[in-house]
Structures are given as structure tokens and as C-alpha cells.
């Protein structure tokens, strides 16, 4: 599995340690931010290339880390095919890929903690679309793409 992972200025150290984390479960990531840690990064840049990454089927998923994940989200899923979802805790990480089939994560570093962020990545990385109704939900959301 490979995994594009995104962050802006406010995520950069949550960004490290959640890389970490996915090396640890033996999956391979795709940065898609700048190395210079102290650049002031925007956010709709880095949500494009991963997107775009996961669309292409680069990258399996993507995890993308903002101030509150919310930006990430919305910039993310302007690209056609994505379904990103910004989460604050598991059981909406887990319903998201169950009945969203979310093909981004998306987090906020000012809005959970260190090890609240790896629960929910690693419930949302763990969960199956379940298909069935949820499967013609998706094709509703996608037949709304321009």
C-alpha cells in the first residue's frame, strides 16, 4: 500500500511522527511537502499533488494534516474521484471509508492530539467500504463532478 501524505506549515511535526507511525505498519509513503520545515505552506498545493496522486493511482490513499483538516479536505476535493473526509475522532474516520468509501484522510494537528490522530488513521486505514446501498451513494456524489 502506498500512502500520499500531505501537511502545511501548522502540521509539519504531526506530519513526521504519523509517517512514522505508517512506516511502522509497513506502509510506503509519498511525500507530498516541501522538506524545508520552516517554509509557510499552503495548503491547496500540497491537497492537489496528493490528490491528484491518489486519483492517478500513484498512491493508494492519502493523509493530508492542516491546522484543522478542514482546508485539506475542501482543497482536496476539488479534484475529480476524491473523496476526502476530515476526522476529529475513529468512529467518523471508520464510517467514512465504510459508507464513503473516503479515499483521503484528513486531519487537524491544532484540533487533535499525537495519539488520537494515529487511532483515527489507523481505524480509517483498517475499515472496508462495505459497498451495497453506500456504493450507489458514491455514484450519486460522483455523478455531481463536473
Known amino acids: 500500500m502506498r500512502i500520499a501524505l500531505g501537511c502545511d506549515h501548522a502540521a509539519v511535526e504531526m506530519k513526521h511522527h504519523i509517517e512514522d507511525h505508517l512506516k511502522?505498519?509497513?506502509?510506503?509513503?509519498?511525500?507530498?511537502?516541501?522538506?524545508?520545515?520552516?517554509?509557510?505552506h499552503d495548503y491547496p498545493v500540497y491537497a492537489r499533488k496528493a490528490a491528484i496522486a491518489v486519483k492517478t493511482g500513484a498512491c493508494d490513499f492519502g493523509i493530508l494534516i492542516c491546522g484543522t483538516g478542514v482546508g485539506m479536505a475542501m482543497a482536496?476535493?476539488?479534484?475529480?474521484?476524491?473523496?476526502?473526509?476530515?476526522?476529529?475522532?475513529?468512529?467518523?474516520a471508520k464510517l467514512a471509508k465504510e459508507h464513503n468509501n473516503a479515499n483521503i484522510l484528513c486531519i487537524g494537528a491544532r484540533v487533535v492530539g499525537l495519539e488520537v490522530a494515529k487511532m483515527i488513521v489507523d481505524v480509517w486505514l483498517d475499515a472496508e467500504f462495505l459497498g451495497g446501498r453506500h456504493a450507489r451513494r458514491v455514484g450519486l456524489i460522483e455523478g455531481n463532478e463536473d
Open 76 to 92: 482536496a476535493n476539488k479534484i475529480e474521484g476524491i473523496r476526502a473526509a476530515s476526522c476529529s475522532e475513529a468512529y467518523t
Open 24 to 40: 511502522k505498519r509497513g506502509i510506503e509513503t509519498v511525500n507530498f511537502t516541501p522538506i524545508v520545515d520552516e517554509e509557510n
